[in-house]
């Protein structure tokens, strides 16, 4: 059976006054502690969230599909309703958003890692030792010189070795293979076109390699460079356009900022906690009708594999939680974009709880927002696509299909 | 990922001697009333249900897909292993069916409105200030004396402003825009073809629509008409196609008896309630290996918004069902095409309870036949296009799938 697509969608939303609130707390799905069997959230004292679990609907969602770990792109993406299958992001352009920087239609963004390569040009260290990102600043800045006929250059930081490399022209291609082989002891791939009109940026990003060569000869470590992830902004409709709602972002991160605006939401940056989010959002409150409020800490804590911490970001979320409520909005949803258990210190695959309040939910018999007590839920196990037509069917914004 | 689809089934489908009943009550799942806590189904006295709930296996079941509210059609179509984002039923059609008018492949079907256009022919109601339907009827009687060569023209009342039109002839298309804007203040649409057989069909149409207005001009407030949804009968495998079933519909109203009948169903026409259906259903027990028994009355109780009326329809059908078991067959499920909740008086997103019995259903833990108690069924939450292969492989109608 084909599942219903944003075509469809699009076909079937209407405005309406009602407002959605979605709360994305990053990397929400954890493991058990192996002295309590508890996770993140079910060690936290949530007193909130489980009042309003108890009016809601819950559930269980895979943000990819069960058994894949997403990375934060897909995540976010199925949570607004976009297959993260159909719409994939290239790293380049994943890259530019995680630094907030602007791409326009005609750039042509890859991924950049310094990296060592020895006498015979051989590498010998992917990752050039991890240099210093202030050392990254400084050999970006050369390279940033580069001159390429007919194409602007931006070369920008991003960590350690990491950087961006964005080539702004009429008529670039992102067709092109990366130069990083992903394997040491020997050479980088030259660049080569994978379709006849990428030949002339290849050409260009060759022309770069080899200037760039040149250029940190005398910068060892970090003597050479490897790109990967060719990629050009998706074209990807708007959630105006399907869902016809006027989204506002909240958040503090550039990445979730950056993907929030691909997709046509009115970004708000804030900067400080989740009480500083919902102020925000009680300000925005009456010009929008859909609201993405993400909390980054709880991923980072988890990647950290610092347990306590992760426990701490989600008491931090609940007590702020009425401040939410306060504003009534007709339709809440709290879940995460992928689980991050402290215990294996990244994003996993395990499914991700899932709470989402209307006065039409048909609430469940579920009286905690825990990973245990969701299996349980109204909602059952669900596709994280399958959200947004949720929130939009309970805020009364979409009509029947068919007749 | 890939469902199993309908070529799959086709591939390992077989005759035998067992039966399977699929009892559908329309519009079956509800919301909780407010001061009880229990929805419809819940408040319902209903033994039977409960007890056979308790020898079956229960779950949930999305007609479409979660959050999208269904039509009719595509509730029905699911029911019946019909993928309905595939097999899509235009608004014309479904109107013949609806008024149980006989199409034929040679015709192309579209729904009318009678409006009311202004001096400069500017559409001011787009339904005639819904006038009644014996004007309607009159009205149709006027239009169907419009001669058009080489196309018979059948003109239908439907319900109050609606009508069905209907031309029959060779080569014509249904690749039609919609004369009706769906606005006011503006003109009619012309018809346009879509793609270039339709050219004629268009020519047809357009003829008719200005033979219309003429008629019409002394019939203010209905002076003028619109058409939309031009369709044509979907090229649709039937039941006994891929099912090797020989399948008979027992039901009351047009529209469903139509779709029974347009996926080769055998057709009995009821006109009582579920006592009668089933005697229906005795009574055509032994010619027959599949049977669809509709139940009308609970939809149009939920649409009324009438929440006791709604309950007395379950009731009605629990106390008919020892009827339907003392027929002993092999598989009975019972669940409808949609939810109705009388709080929203209308179809709504929600899941559907399912129960599905047969000696070989494994059944589960549940004990009642509820929104609530089926949500820990062991189908889980299923969508509907699921049930008629599990109808089949409970009746052992379906072989293995790859050696």
Chains 1, 2 share one sequence.
């Not at 992830?229 to 006027?246: R, T, V, W």
Request: aromatic letters at 6%; glycine letters at 8%; one cysteine or more.
């Amino acid at each position: 059976m084909k599942m219903v697509a944003l075509e469809e969608i699009r076909e079937i939303s209407v405005v309406s006054a009602s407002k959605i609130v979605m709360l994305v707390i990053d990397g929400l799905g954890g493991l058990p502690d192996a002295k309590t069997g508890h996770t993140e959230l079910e060690t936290a004292h949530t007193p909130y969230l489980d009042q309003l679990a108890k009016r809601s609907i819950c559930g269980l969602i895979d943000p990819v599909s069960p058994g894949i770990t997403p990375g934060s792109g897909p995540g976010h993406l199925a949570l607004f309703g976009y297959d993260p299958l159909k719409f994939t992001i290239g790293r380049g352009v994943l890259e530019a958003l995680g630094i907030g920087f602007e791409l326009t239609k005609n750039d042509v963004a890859a991924r950049g890692n310094f990296c060592t390569v020895d006498d015979d040009g051989l590498i010998v260290d992917r990752r050039a030792g991890r240099i210093t990102t202030d050392k990254c600043a400084e050999l970006c800045k050369l390279l940033g010189q580069i001159k390429l006929e007919g194409v602007e250059l931006f070369v920008w930081p991003v960590k350690e070795h990491r950087f961006l490399l964005a080539l702004r022209g009429d008529g670039l291609s992102a067709g092109i293979n990366d130069t990083d082989p992903q394997r040491l002891g020997i050479v980088p791939n030259m660049a080569i076109a994978k379709e006849p009109q990428a030949k002339h940026t290849a050409h260009m990003v060759n022309i770069f390699i080899d200037e760039a060569s040149k250029i940190l000869a005398r910068h060892h470590p970090a003597n050479m460079i490897l790109l990967r992830g060719f990629s050009k902004l998706p074209d990807i409709p708007s959630m105006n356009e399907i869902y016809k709602l006027a989204p506002a972002a909240i958040a503090v991160y550039p990445m979730y900022k950056g993907l929030a605006k691909l997709i046509g939401m009115k970004v708000f940056s804030a900067d400080g906690g989740i009480q500083e989010e919902l102020k925000i959002l009680a300000d925005c409150f009456d010009k929008h009708d859909f609201f993405y409020v993400h909390v980054k800490n709880a991923d980072s804590a988890g990647e950290d594999g610092d347990f306590k911490r992760k426990v701490s970001v989600i008491e931090q979320v609940d007590s702020a939680l009425p401040q939410l409520l306060e504003l009534k909005p007709e339709v809440i949803v709290v879940t995460g974009d992928h689980s991050t258990p402290a215990m294996l210190k990244g994003h996993s695959w395990h499914p991700v709880p899932v709470l989402l309040y209307s006065q039409w939910c048909r609430s469940d018999d579920v009286k905690e927002f825990s990973e245990s007590a969701c299996i349980s839920g109204g909602l059952g196990r669900l596709h994280a696509t399958d959200i947004m037509p949720l929130a939009m069917a309970n805020a009364l914004k979409l009509t029947k299909f068919g007749a």
